[in-house]
């Protein structure tokens, strides 16, 4: 499969709340992506943490990735209705140039 | 950021025609763009991998006379369906590489296509 894990495939919070999402992946990585994509839209890509950080933030969010356990997780903080949408984690593939997506996280805000 | 102009964003045919999915990088040129194609609810799933002058490079189990991609400029990648059937309905997304060491990826707002 193309795909990673991802977890949860769903959550559903209440506005203000954090949300946390999780990837896995199985092979060695130079960075690791995260996109953004409103229902029937395109992706937007959100923040890049390569393969020597261990944390990265941008505005209310934040990136953390941990090599030795092949998994990062993107925690948005102070959700907002607006935030409602997919989130996937994505990588080039071993060797290659070919960006994989894992499998997503479907985030519903609650106003 | 970058930004990619796709189109037609949706598009409605009858069984057996051919669509054509136009996939425009538009302040920046793209030696290289990627289509996909996402089910509903489902992630994306890399269909093929489109080369400025050269041909594309199919991923396993899709089939380069069905999806006929052309790249014929720096800026413009196109997708065409051919022979199109009811099970081809999809989200066709197109997306350009700003950096093929990072594989950050610019996209398109995607493609709905519904085959009747």
């Known amino acids: 499969s193309q795909q990673g894990e991802e977890d949860p495939q769903a959550l559903s919070i209440q506005e203000g709340e954090n949300a946390t999402m999780n990837c896995s992946y199985k092979t060695s990585i130079n960075n690791l992506q995260w996109y953004r994509q409103n229902s029937g839209r395109g992706l937007v890509h959100l923040i890049l943490?390569?393969?020597?950080?261990r944390e990265k933030h941008s505005g209310r969010l934040r990136v953390t990735l941990d090599t030795s356990k092949k998994s990062s997780s993107l925690l948005i903080t102070a959700s907002r209705a607006a935030d409602t949408a997919s989130y996937f984690c994505?990588?080039?593939?071993?060797?290659?140039?070919?960006?994989?997506f894992g499998a997503g996280t479907r985030l519903f805000v609650k106003a | 950021g970058a930004v990619v102009s796709q189109h037609p964003s949706w598009v409605i045919c009858k069984s057996g025609t051919s669509v054509k999915i136009e996939c425009r990088s538009l302040d920046f040129q793209a030696t290289t763009m990627f289509w996909y194609r996402q089910f509903p609810k489902q992630s994306l799933m890399l269909m093929a991998t489109?080369?400025?002058?050269?041909?594309?490079?199919?991923e396993q189990g899709v089939e380069k006379d069905k999806f006929l991609i052309n790249h014929a400029s720096l800026t413009l990648s196109t997708l065409t369906v051919t022979s199109a059937h009811p099970e081809d309905s999809s989200f066709y997304i197109c997306s350009a590489s700003f950096s093929l060491n990072t594989g950050e990826l610019f996209f398109g707002e995607g493609s709905r296509l519904t085959v009747l």
């Open positions: 489109s080369n400025e002058g050269s041909k594309a490079t199919y």
């Open positions: 994505a990588r080039l593939n071993t060797g290659g140039f070919k960006t994989i």
């Open positions: 943490i390569r393969s020597n950080e």
